[in-house]
């Protein structure tokens, strides 16, 4: 199946624009979190109040959830064992009394035939916080700089790995934006959906500097220009036939996954059309732009050095 069978698009001679797409999104971003003023943090990052309940009966984890939310707190975890219920709210309350109280009182008047018995409550101090923090940023630093050596081993020049990292910087930090600027919480959910977001990113800009690396060697004599155009289309139909499955799938997780999942796929949703983007107009654009300002400066060079006086 095929959208369409080729295109002739000029993707350089626009690249300014794209630059400046680009440009406002990062602007978007910064402004989301200077106006939110700090992340929505999760339970993992900031702990919370523990409650174990037992029920008589098994008790439907939907009809539990939709209890707590209808209690008013709107950032908690279930963990279901049995008859057992686990329940980790973010919302620290004065009084662990008071936590209880709302509680079973909201899940008694939901599930009025099935009785319930609380087996302990107690604070708890975030699960991973900082140490998580600092994983986190670990994994990103070392699969930038892995992506980056990779991708400069693969195509002989660090230009090619820097471009990617650029791209992928580009994805993972305006996905993160949106996350902020809707105020969903950042927990190790989102976490992986940002990895994943950058997994995908790396793999079509790969595609796409392989075909043009191939038709460097082809079209050796051809303008750079040229090849980088014809090379992006080439590519194009590839490209977009696999960023709509993605994207497909991401929607519907979006729209029917359910709460547990609705960041995941948010970011997803999100990080697809980011990811094209960046491979087209951002990666490939860039390493355009670098190597035609080097040309220019040896160019400069060489002719300074050709009217000096010997």
Known sequence: MQFFKSTDIDFINNRYKFFFAAGLLLLMTISSLIYRGAPNYGIDFTGGILMQISFQKEAA??????????????????????????????????????????????????????????????????????????????????????????????????????????????????????????????????????????????????????????????AAKEDFATIINKSVNEVLVRTVVTSVTIFIVSCSLFFFGGEVIHTFAYIMVIGTILGVFSTIFICTPFVYEYKIRRNKRLKAAIAQNSIRPK
């Open 61 to 218: 984890l939907d009809d539990v959830r939709r209890a707590v939310e209808e209690s008013g707190i709107k950032s908690f975890e279930l963990q279901k064992s049995d008859n057992l219920i686990i329940i980790r709210a973010k919302k620290k309350f004065e009084f662990q009394e008071e936590f209880e109280k709302l509680i079973t009182s909201s899940i008694s008047s939901k599930i009025p035939d099935n009785p319930m018995k609380v087996e302990r409550i107690e604070y708890v101090g975030p699960s991973v916080g900082k140490y998580l923090y600092k994983q986190t940023v670990y994994a990103f630093v070392f699969a930038f700089l892995g992506m980056i050596v990779y991708v400069a081993f693969r195509f002989k020049s660090g230009l090619w790995g820097v471009a990617s990292a650029i791209g992928i910087l580009h994805d993972v930090f305006i996905s993160f934006g949106f996350v902020v600027l809707v105020n969903k919480e950042i927990n190790i959910t989102a976490i992986a959906a940002l990895l994943t977001v950058a997994g995908y990113s790396i793999n079509d800009t790969i595609v796409l500097f392989d075909r043009i690396k191939e038709n460097l060697r082809l």
